[in-house]
């Protein structure tokens, strides 16, 4: 096994609590979260001691707020431990990130973007990691671009980055946000995020995206005891996102749940119907990895709830 950047031993206490084995997530992120859930009045939600399961959040105000107060911490534990990899289970994850997150300019792809846990998750490790001097303070300006279908969902992440900002700036991350509505099924609104997402005019920056917890609507069929998927509706928007990262020589990174079909159909499916036609891509994991951990409840005191990711990790093969 390679030396890692940072070894699991020395995580600090506030990310992973190494005498049990438990997540936590970063004190600010939930902090901020925090906040949000005092300001629209969600705190019977945010309280729920089984956050994994629950609306998707997909329609409307309501299903936005639903989905942030019940679902949003389980989705940033996810995050958490896929790209912290306690376990070792993913093997690149942690360095990967490490590095991208080192210093000079990223330009950061965050599909389906929901309320923002993905990208605020990975910066809010990364300025923690900083803060325990794991990892130096050197500049760093990060530009998010986040996609989403419910426009109340970016709403949510507004409010939640512009909370969190002050303080990665402190960690001597500057950090820009654009978040636009996206729908994976439509050929112009991919052009238009993509276009966006690649135009870093005269900078040389790093690329990357980020594809969170996209299983639950793209494996769903298109029509009750159907056979087609939106996935199959959807194929040809995630091949223009995926051709164009390989050719600005983009790391790719997807995790999702782990249940149902995920690992043993979802995964080899994309890695067949997508991934597998471009030559630019190689695949850094063997097969597509799970792996599970406590993580502090951030609203109950006392209380731990389960989060579970699978994953994969493409890299381009001309770095």
């Known amino acids: 096994m390679a030396d890692q950047l940072i070894s699991t031993k020395e995580l600090p206490e506030t990310l992973w609590k190494s005498a049990s084995g438990e997540l936590a997530l970063p004190p600010n992120l939930v902090s901020a979260y925090a906040k949000l859930v005092d300001k629209y009045g969600l705190q019977s939600v945010a309280i729920d ?191 223009q996102i995926f051709s164009r990262a390989g050719k600005a020589k983009a790391a790719a990174y997807w995790l999702e749940p782990n249940r149902g079909p995920v690992a043993a159909k979802f995964f080899p499916k994309l890695k067949e119907r997508v991934f597998k036609r471009f030559a630019r891509f190689e695949h850094v994991l063997e097969g597509f990895p799970s792996s599970e951990a406590d993580l502090t409840h951030p609203m109950v005191a006392g209380n731990m709830f389960k989060v579970r990711a699978v994953g994969a990790h493409w890299r381009s093969n001309s770095l």
């Open 49 to 239: 001691t089984n956050p994994g399961d629950g609306p998707i959040g997909e329609d409307g105000q309501q299903g936005a707020l639903d989905h942030f107060g019940r679902r949003f911490t389980g989705s940033c534990g996810r995050v958490q431990l896929y790209s912290l990899d306690p376990h070792h289970t993913f093997q690149s994850t942690r360095d990967s990130f490490c590095r991208l997150f080192s210093s000079g300019s990223v330009r950061l792809l965050d599909i389906p973007f929901g309320a923002g846990a993905a990208a605020a998750t990975l910066l809010s490790v990364v300025a923690e990691l900083r803060s325990a001097k794991l990892l130096p303070r050197l500049d760093l300006v990060v530009s998010i671009f986040g996609g989403e279908k419910n426009s109340h969902q970016l709403k949510l992440a507004q409010d939640l980055f512009a909370e969190l900002a002050p303080w990665w700036l402190e960690n001597a991350i500057k950090v820009i946000w654009k978040f636009r509505k996206w729908d994976v099924l439509i050929d112009d609104d991919t052009t238009d995020l993509v276009d966006d997402w690649l135009d870093a005019g005269d900078q040389s920056p790093q690329f990357a995206v980020v594809v969170a917890n996209f299983s639950g609507f793209l494996w769903t069929t298109t029509e009750a005891a159907g056979q087609r998927r939106y996935f199959d509706e959807a194929e040809p928007c995630l091949r």
